[in-house]
């Protein structure tokens, strides 16, 4: 069921206005997250709708995964009707949202320095790929800021970067702009004021970079690529099983490590007096983790699992995103739940990662169509006209 705008729904941005002119990933991330916790947010669409609507491949799932609980308003901003219009829709709301390629929002007259002087109490989120300085001006992709900021380096081999398998800094970025929105708003009850926040993909990255940056600064000597690290700890690992079945275990104490040994009875590795220790196991960890792995080899995953979590193991399966559509913990927490989407049909959407007061921010409204709510919003503006 839609609310109403005058239906209570109890959620801590109830009454807070929100204009969008975003697309693809990270701007839309910042404005789901403000729909999810009770803003109103207008999401405006060009004639034909947000080309995100229509992505094939890997972006299939972009629309749907982070434009929930929003209402779609169709507007030509290249008109001069279009852009009458959004005007007077942003003299209605408490934010604006864009991630627009840089300079096209100040081409358009929509900056935050034109915008501040007509609307005082604006806030205005800009989402790019860096925060002002020498890269600035430089268009920028989650791939492209993670090959600058140490990601790629980090995740894949020596030799062959790889990037992480998901738009880890574009919905990183849309989480900071709520963040600073967030914030934003808490300072305007205070100033009567509102201001311009930034979020910047590098930035972002280089945050996710930081504890191997001060790793460096620490010990001089550069951070080597995940998949040849020197682990802390000696069993920390992916174990192939009996059938081919991978399972992480990690045995981060002396006293898991003692605990595994007896779940999988190796009781000869836990009496081994050059095991005792943490250290002693990582000065042998090649060894160790061959003994280990031809016994887990022999070990199936269904059987093992239950076991460790019994014995407080930290473990886990090797799972595929298509697989978490029916993980029970996923699905009994509330975070996946069905949504009707834009030409009828329902799908299931992850929610936020949090409680606030013992519930989950969720679904309230039907994925919209394009346009779908420009008469609602449009017809509002007649009503104060």
């Known amino acids: 069921m839609t609310p109403s705008d005058n239906t209570p729904t109890g959620l801590p941005l109830e009454g807070i206005r929100v204009i969008e002119f975003t697309h693809m990933v990270m701007g839309p991330t910042c404005g789901m997250i403000l729909a999810d ?5 207008i999401k405006i669409e060009p004639p034909g709708g947000d080309k995100t609507r229509t992505l094939p491949g890997l972006g299939i799932g972009f629309f749907r995964s982070f434009n929930r609980n929003k209402k779609s308003v169709v507007l030509d901003i290249h008109s001069a009707e279009g852009m009458t219009t959004a005007l007077e829709l942003i003299g209605e709301c408490d934010v604006l949202l864009e991630n ?3 300079g096209l929002m100040n081409k358009l007259g929509l900056s935050y320095a034109a915008l501040s002087q007509k609307f005082p109490r604006l806030i205005y989120a800009s989402h790019k790929g860096f925060l002002p300085g020498p890269y600035e001006n430089r268009l920028a992709l989650d791939e492209v800021v993670q090959n ?3 990601l790629t380096y980090m995740t894949g081999p020596k030799g062959r970067p790889l990037r992480a398998g998901s738009s880890v800094n574009d919905i990183m970025g849309g989480m900071f702009g709520a963040i600073g929105v967030l914030a934003a708003l808490q300072e305007r009850q205070r100033s009567g004021r509102g201001q311009e926040v930034q979020s910047a993909l590098f930035e972002n990255c280089c945050l996710l970079a930081a504890q191997h940056m001060q790793q460096f600064q620490m010990t001089g ?3 080597p690529p995940m998949p040849s690290r020197v682990s802390a700890w000696s069993v920390y690992d992916v174990f192939t099983l009996a059938g081919d079945e991978q399972l992480f275990i990690g045995a981060v104490s002396d006293k898991q490590f003692q605990t595994l040994c007896r779940v999988i009875d190796r009781l000869d590795l836990a009496e081994d007096e050059a095991l005792a220790t943490n250290a002693q196991r990582v000065a042998l960890r090649p060894e160790l983790l061959k003994w280990l792995g031809d016994t887990l080899h022999h070990h199936q995953a269904a059987e093992l699992m239950p076991k460790l979590e019994a014995a407080g193991i930290p473990y886990a399966p090797i799972v595929r995103p298509d697989q978490l559509v029916d993980d029970p913990h996923l699905k009994q927490s509330g975070g996946l739940v069905p949504m009707t989407t834009e030409d009828g049909g329902t799908t299931q959407v992850v929610l936020l ?5 013992g519930r989950r921010p969720g679904v309230r409204q039907a994925l919209p169509k394009i346009g779908e ?3 609602e919003i449009l ?3 007649a009503t104060k006209a």
């Open 353 to 357: 990662p949090l409680l606030m007061g």
């Open 379 to 381: 017809g509002r503006l």
């Open 37 to 41: 916790l009770g803003a109103e947010v």
């Open 100 to 102: 627009f390629r840089p």
């Open 148 to 150: 600058m900021a140490g």
């Open 221 to 223: 000597e550069a951070a």
């Open 373 to 375: 709510h420009t008469d």
